[in-house]
């Protein structure tokens, strides 16, 4: 690495790369997404709140959207930044390590969950500090750095309205955007009610009230807090600036007020330069809150002595991610930006919610970047949770082509189970006997034949129930009655009886069919005359 002001950064070997490792942090489902997702879909009252709230911020995202006319422009400019981010991702990383440390931030590399774990909590425990103020977490959330605080006796408060609704509730978040996305007012007063201490008895649920609960609540926490925990929305590398964007001011609190301040931040959260940065500070509120600007925008470079923390860290976490850079396609799942709009067109996610995902990153672009971080097998049925119906790709300011990277999971998923099997499964069987008997003409028409059996399980021309292991479909879907007549067989009876009418309106014999290189009785052969006249010289 070169050096850059006489400061010369330190080399790390972050090895080859790696799915993110096992028993740490929250990427990984403790059960499949359709056993969780018939148990969210049971709950009507979580699908009221989640397909109220989604539904406001697509309504609000669409006006907004609608008044930029370079919109189109500006995601085509976005994708192209972050394509050329991935593409040089090594030298500017190193860049901006560089302009970070000769700011006077200190820069940790962490090959995956553990090493950024041990780092942040051997960072707090050498200023003294015994609890930390938390923003725009998500990747720390990623990671499981709560769980290793608290293991290191370190109590960590969440400062986002939602997250500590989440955190108050002993609950796991639900959205990228709106972690508690999935609880009304009415819920969110009794978790108040019950773990915030001091909180007034007569609380009611109106939105004001409950905020400045929280407010208050979280007060005491920013005046007395020694060390912040924060994400990173945006790194830029020419000046090694780091960037948060919130509507809160929560993240102003925490970025400006304790004396250490320590941030968490994905590789993948670069762009080249502040021009790129213009772009995503147009593309990112539109699309995730559906607001014009930002209402909090914080910025910082390193160290300014006398104002804001005089202790900066950024711990510049892999995880997975340089897997991911190494797949061809799965690489543009790190062009994300968390903005979730694809979670709010979702018409999955609405019916089940972010828990059914069980990765931290829920929705469309958690089915594909949970299983590029950690391997698809250890995912493996993220990928079906989609209908593929391209919404995500719509919505994406980035232009992500996720319905293209669910496809390629399920390929791969499907050849990993093929090839662990000594025996094929049902479904692979199922298959390749619809390929052996669509091979075949007779075949398929017998089969078509043997189908109208199927008729004799329909109630009002739906089939609700099938025999194993037709019972996997139908267990959640209905299947129609087949026909009571084959698309041949209505073919051969209309084209017989069209012929036959059209033959008779010309007074001729119906024409059957004929061998090559012959004629029908009373049709002209090509280039002669009608059979049983004189021809020329007769």
């Not at 669409?62 to 500006?74: G, S, T």
């Not at 041990?118 to 938390?134: I, N, Q």
């Not at 970025?255 to 993948?268: H, K, N, Y």
């Not at 089915?367 to 995912?379: I, M, Q």
């Amino acid at each position: 690495m070169s050096a850059d002001a006489g400061v010369a950064p330190t080399a790390v070997d972050l090895g080859m790369p790696a799915y993110a490792p096992r028993g740490v942090g929250h990427l990984r489902a403790p059960e499949p997404f359709p056993v969780a997702a018939r148990r969210a879909l049971a709950d009507p009252q979580l699908r009221r709140n989640i397909g109220k709230a989604t539904g406001t911020i697509r309504d609000k995202r669409l006006r907004v959207v609608a008044e930029v006319p370079d919109w189109e422009q500006l995601r085509d400019a976005g994708k192209a930044v972050k394509a050329d981010v991935l593409a040089r991702l090594p030298e500017l990383l190193e860049q901006l390590e560089e302009r970070f440390t000769a700011a006077g931030g200190t820069v940790h590399w962490a090959r995956d969950a553990n090493d950024a774990n041990r780092t942040v909590l051997d960072l707090v425990r050498a200023t003294g500090a015994d609890e930390v103020v938390k923003v725009k977490s998500m990747v720390t959330d990623e990671i499981g750095l709560n769980e290793a605080l608290k293991a290191g006796g370190v109590a960590a408060w969440e400062t986002d309205l939602a997250e500590l609704i989440v955190q108050l509730g002993h609950d796991r978040p639900s959205h990228i955007l709106v972690p508690a996305i999935h609880r009304n007012r009415a819920e969110i007063r009794e978790i108040f009610l019950r773990e915030m201490a001091g909180v007034d008895p007569a609380l009611t649920d109106e939105p004001a009230l409950l905020a400045a609960a929280a407010r208050k609540h979280l007060r005491a926490k920013f005046l007395s807090a020694r060390v912040a925990v924060s994400g990173a929305n945006f790194a830029v590398a020419e000046t090694g600036t780091l960037s948060v964007v919130e509507s809160e001011g929560n993240g102003r609190m925490c970025l400006t007020l304790p004396r250490t301040l320590i941030t968490v931040m994905g590789i993948e959260k670069l762009v080249p330069t502040w021009r790129d940065l213009e772009v995503f500070l147009q593309l990112l509120p539109r699309s995730s809150t559906g607001e014009r600007m930002n209402p909090y925008t914080s910025m910082w470079t390193g160290v300014t002595p006398g104002d804001g923390p005089q202790d900066v860290h950024l711990v510049l976490l892999d995880n997975g991610r340089t897997a991911a850079l190494a797949d061809e396609i799965g690489r543009e799942a790190l062009q994300c930006i968390k903005c979730s709009a694809c979670m709010n067109v979702c018409p999955v996610y609405e019916r089940t919610g972010g828990h059914a995902y069980g990765s931290v990153y829920p929705g469309p672009i958690g089915a594909v970047l949970s299983p590029y971080l950690t391997g698809v097998e250890d995912n493996a049925s993220l990928p079906y949770a989609s209908s593929l119906c391209g919404a995500c790709l719509d919505a994406c300011p980035v232009k992500i082509d996720i319905p293209s990277m669910l496809v390629e999971l399920r390929h791969r998923h499907v050849e990993a189970q093929r090839d662990a099997r000594a025996l094929p499964t049902p479904e692979r069987a199922a298959m390749a006997a619809a390929s052996w008997v669509m091979a075949d003409p007779g075949r398929f028409a017998a089969a078509q034949r043997a189908s109208r059996v199927g008729r004799l399980l329909g109630r009002r021309g739906r089939i609700s129930s099938l025999p194993w292991p037709l019972s996997g479909w139908t267990s959640a879907r209905d299947a129609p009655v087949p026909p009571a007549e084959t698309a041949r067989a209505w073919w051969r009876r209309t084209r017989t009886r069209t012929t036959a009418a059209d033959g008779k309106a010309a007074g001729t014999p119906t024409p059957g069919p004929t061998a090559p290189g012959r004629t029908s009785p009373g049709r002209t052969a090509p280039g002669g005359t009608a059979p049983g006249t004189a021809g020329p010289g007769s």
